[in-house]
């Protein structure tokens, strides 16, 4: 079990932006060494730049698409040879398509796929073996609340983020029965301040504006917020890690309610429309004035370690 990050080897996906450039940043303030991957150049370069006046020891990034088994595979190699070995890999990178499943293309669901499921699968075949020579290897796999529940028009995601949960939580019981000390955790986040959904598809029948303010009005939780507990969770070996009120409450509502959920979710559907099952959020007058912290686009905030 990963106590601390300093000196670990870190590898993230998605690390351009949302949860991935939070979890790099956190880790840099940390000192971990940094293995960061994104296909977005400029975004990654960004990162990159932030995480290294944090106090990351070492960082290495790479332009890489993860729906590229090929090269992720070379990927993985390379960073155990750079680096010397791999501490901690987290499978982050994610896109969003909204559609319904009629008028859904073929291509846009193979894409979403490509990225959401054969990413984490082939990060995680990768670098299994270069976890399992750390003496305290752990493997982290990002999936969703919509894993949890089916939402209207998210078919593809949540086909995909359903796909991650059973095979995340298939190779823990595998890494556990083989004594490979390679702990894992599925992680899913609820509503959280990123740009997916600004940088998603949708198809005709949805009109990608209302989709992106639907989004941002359901997403309570930073990018940074969501780092700090996903890194909480690999501190303490949880099995999965809820990110955001939000998450918990889904988990236990489902469990709970089984079928009886599914008409409700068609309830709120119909309220609020696609991508959410928050309400809209209430205007509430503030007790004091004082000053209000500001995010950026990605969720993010100073101090990065502040709680």
Avoid at 26 to 44: F, I, P, T
Avoid at 86 to 93: G, H, K, S, Y
């Amino acid at each position: 079990m990963i106590r601390e990050f300093t000196g670990r080897v870190c590898v993230v996906t998605g690390a351009g932006s949302g949860i991935g450039r939070a979890l790099a940043h956190e880790l840099a303030a940390h000192g971990a060494r940094l293995a960061l991957a994104d296909v977005d150049a400029a975004g990654l370069a960004e990162t990159r730049e932030r995480a290294a006046r944090m106090g990351a020891r070492e960082i290495h990034t790479e332009v890489l698409d993860v729906a590229d088994r090929a090269a992720v595979s070379a990927w993985a190699d390379a960073t155990a040879e750079r680096f010397g070995g791999v501490d901690l890999v987290v499978n982050n990178a994610g896109v969003s398509l909204t559609a319904d499943v009629e008028e859904m293309s073929w291509d846009d669901f193979e894409w979403l796929m490509g990225v959401n499921f054969w990413g984490v699968a082939y990060g995680t075949k990768a670098f299994l073996p270069h976890l399992r020579r750390s003496r305290e290897g752990h493997l982290v796999n990002i999936s969703s609340v919509f894993g949890l529940f089916g939402v209207p028009s998210q078919s593809a995601y949540c086909a995909a983020k359903y796909a991650v949960r059973g095979f995340t939580e298939s190779v823990r019981q595998e890494m556990r029965l083989s004594g490979s000390g390679v702990a894992v955790t599925t992680v899913h986040p609820g509503g959280i301040k990123t740009n997916i959904v600004r940088n998603s598809r949708t198809s005709g029948a949805h009109d990608r504006d209302k989709v992106t303010a639907l989004h941002d009005s359901a997403s309570r939780t930073s990018a940074q917020r969501a780092a700090r507990i996903i890194l909480r969770g690999v501190r303490r070996g949880r099995a999965r890690v809820y990110v955001g009120a939000d998450a918990t409450a889904i988990d236990v509502g489902s469990r709970l309610l089984g079928s009886v959920f599914e008409p409700l979710v068609r309830v709120v559907s119909k309220r609020t429309g696609p991508t959410t099952l928050a309400p809209a959020p209430r205007t509430v007058r503030a007790k004091a004035p004082g000053p209000v912290p500001t995010l950026s686009p990605d969720g993010y905030s100073n101090p990065v370690t502040g709680g």
